[in-house]
């Protein structure tokens, strides 16, 4: 399973090999495409014809006009330089999650890589083998990071008709914990005491 593939649109050749370096350290795959003639708003136009793949649009320009100008052109995000680049690798995560599953085929949250097609699960690298409840329980929540799904509803959407007992959720809930932390990660799925579960980085 290949990580996501990330486009690095800049004309600025040393700005351009650093982000490149960052994201490969981070694990992503990278295209790096300079800009001699076309600008930035430009390409963001012809991007967003052909596809919804998220695009963040890093510049040196900060007036309110630039920024609209540049989400009116489909860009989804904005980041004035100079920038920070644990922000910029923040909202790269933050886009990647919220991407729609048809386009990657995958889901991430923090460590964690749900790949939809595979019905393959990765955390810190290390696969996980998770039951076809825990799987569908999993990928509910992931879908729907900071969601907080109440008991009824997972079980509505995961075990449709279900006539057990009333813990089934409760008890898979801590299925999928005891194997998403087996190598000691931080918890990704959160109790709301008296409402339900939620999947959040914290």
Excluded: C
């Amino acid at each position: 399973m290949e990580p996501p593939l990330i486009l690095i649109v800049e004309d600025e050749k040393d700005i351009a090999r650093f982000i490149e370096l960052e994201l490969q350290a981070e694990g992503y795959r990278t295209e790096v495409l300079m800009l001699p003639v076309m600008d930035g708003i430009e390409v963001a136009k012809r991007i967003r014809k052909t596809s919804n793949v998220p695009i963040l649009i890093l510049t040196a320009k900060d007036r309110v006009e630039d920024k609209v100008e540049g989400l009116d052109a489909g860009a989804d995000d904005y980041l004035v330089k100079p920038f920070s680049i644990e922000e910029l690798l923040a909202r790269v995560r933050a886009h990647l999650r919220r991407v729609s599953p048809a386009i990657t085929g995958e889901i991430r949250v923090a460590d964690l890589i749900i790949n939809l097609e595979g019905r393959e699960v990765f955390r810190s690298g290390r696969r996980i083998e998770l039951s076809n409840k825990e799987f569908e329980l999993l990928e509910l929540l992931a879908k729907n990071p900071g969601k907080v799904f109440s008991r009824y509803e997972i079980e509505e959407k995961v075990w449709p008709g279900y006539q057990g007992g009333s813990n089934v959720v409760d008890v898979y809930i801590g299925y999928l914990r005891k194997k998403l932390e087996a190598a000691g990660e931080r918890r990704l799925i959160h109790t709301v005491r008296g409402v339900g579960y939620v999947l959040r980085e914290d």
